[in-house]
């Protein structure tokens, strides 16, 4: 049996305790053999596994109510992971969610560090830095790389912090995120964890 | 005798009372007669302006080391302005910069309204959505359109606020930040009082 989280980018895959990745664009599905039980936000593969008897998707056993119609299954699943505290999701954006009691009480969407830095770039060349992560966040910048890196990072930082909850850190950012959240829990597993959950309550382990 | 803030995409003039402003592709600044005390930004403008002798730049007046090095002309001018405030300058970036007893402390850039936009859908077509400027600021979203309104909003809000000075807006989006800051200072002018000082400190007029 295997997980498989996919993305755009694409498919994670959990085999007992091992991690791996393969390309979306190069794999194929149809040579596993084994039962996969999956979530995917990528359009494409969703079309190319619905013939595939043995991959089964994760997101008919949530219980949508919970979230809301067009919420991704990639933060939904992470809210499953977890009783209490703030999901930060940090990929090609990152995904801010709170959880409390096992309840989802709603999150908000901020670019990611790619698509944040090229959205500087395209207003202007002069804005083409990269984010410094090492910022003091307490203190107003006084030259244009830090003008930058706190307009991106000091506002998340603010937002999240004011939540007053654990913080968890996941998603093929989180190492730099790890900086201004130093007491967070990274865990790149966390969408596992929520799979795990709903199968668990579904009864399909 | 005008005054002219040149941008990446207009000449904004002030002749006595009236603001006209005339497209930086298109304009042929020879064809003014008349003394035009001016900023600009905008590098191909600033080779044209050159040689034109009754074209005067106001940047040379500019004490830079109350500043720094690559901080725009057009945030300075707007810093010029004020004596105590907090400057939220809504154009293709949102700079903020603050002001205490003259002096300027520090600030950052935030991406504009149009640049985030793109952003958002640069990172996915189901992020495609304008944003909500009516947003429900102390509610954690939960639908797309408000997941992401919030990431761009609500997070530039908190932090402006945070610094518990007057707001100062100005810049062609103005009016959208005016509904998230109702008590805000909103001023199209401001960088043209700025200049006005400059030019008095400098005995200009």
Same sequence: chains 1, 2.
């Avoid at 966390?190 to 668990?200: D, E, Q, T, V, Y």
């Amino acid at each position: 049996m295997l997980l498989c989280d996919i993305g755009n980018s694409n498919y994670h895959f959990l085999k007992k305790d091992e991690i791996f990745k393969k390309d979306a664009k190069f794999f194929n599905p149809s040579t596993v053999e084994e039962d996969v039980y999956y979530i995917c936000v990528n359009q494409h593969v969703k079309e190319l596994l619905k013939p595939l008897k043995n991959w089964i998707d994760l997101s008919q056993y949530i219980d949508i109510k919970k979230y809301y119609e067009t919420m991704g299954i990639d933060r939904i699943m992470a809210c499953e992971a977890i009783r209490d505290g703030v999901i930060v999701d940090a990929g090609s954006a990152v995904t801010v969610d709170i959880v409390k009691e096992g309840r989802f009480e709603g999150g908000f969407i901020y670019p990611g560090v790619r698509a944040m830095g090229e959205c500087y770039k395209n207003i202007s060349d002069a804005l083409g830095y990269s984010f410094n992560f090492e910022l003091d966040l307490d203190k107003m910048p006084k030259n244009s790389r830090d003008a930058i890196s706190y307009g991106y990072i000091k506002l998340l930082h603010s937002e999240v912090k004011s939540h007053k909850m654990d913080i968890y850190l996941t998603g093929g950012d989180a190492a730099w995120f790890a900086k201004i959240f130093p007491t967070s829990h990274v865990d790149e597993r966390l969408l596992f964890k929520g799979m795990k959950n709903i199968m668990k309550k579904a009864d399909i382990c």
